[in-house]
């Protein structure tokens, strides 16, 4: 007996698209290193552990490498690992509107008299777990742009590791 699978050619380029996606859930590049300009670098998330439901604490653990990629040929030369990076229920991030700005609130200061001091506009903070939960379970951004915002605080957080290879 014999079975042939007939697959429509747009079908078919779907099954190809998800065959040819890389293993990282995310990557971006870096600027050129001073000391090493052979090599192209970028961050790669290798894993991620969101958090659990039970218990008491809210952590995602996120898993990064460093790529470097010699420029000639392009060819992954070696891969870095980076410090892990614990996003804990502590944390929190700046609140940002759909067209991506970031949203501010007045904060007025007052003398015991009630007479303003000052008055100044502050980025709005929430929880950086909940804000996680939230823009993915209301599909207000892709998991793999909310992993692309919290990569660009990686890099200033942990630029001098990035920068020692």
């Given at each position: ?53 039970e218990g008491d604490e809210d952590r995602i653990y996120v898993l990064v490498q460093q790529h470097l990629i010699l420029k000639e040929g392009n ?91």
């Amino acid at each position: 007996m014999k079975t042939e699978e007939i697959i429509k050619p747009e079908d078919q380029a779907l099954i190809d698209a998800i065959e040819s996606t890389d293993k990282s859930w995310f990557s971006m590049q870096l600027p050129e290193h001073p000391v090493y300009p052979q090599f192209a670098r970028k961050l790669v998330v290798t894993s991620f552990n969101p958090p659990e439901i039970e218990g008491d604490e809210d952590r995602i653990y996120v898993l990064v490498q460093q790529h470097l990629i010699l420029k000639e040929g392009n060819i992954l030369h070696k891969k870095v690992k980076m410090p892990d990076w614990l996003i804990h229920e502590k944390n929190t991030e700046e609140l940002r509107g759909l067209d991506g700005k970031i949203k501010t609130k007045t904060v007025i200061v007052k003398d015991d008299e009630g007479n303003e001091i000052s008055r100044n506009e502050e980025p709005i903070k929430v929880p950086s777990i909940k804000y996680v939960k939230f823009l993915v379970k209301s599909k207000s951004a892709h998991l793999v742009d909310v992993i692309g915002q919290f990569m660009g605080i990686y890099v200033d957080k942990y630029k001098t590791e990035i920068d020692a290879i």
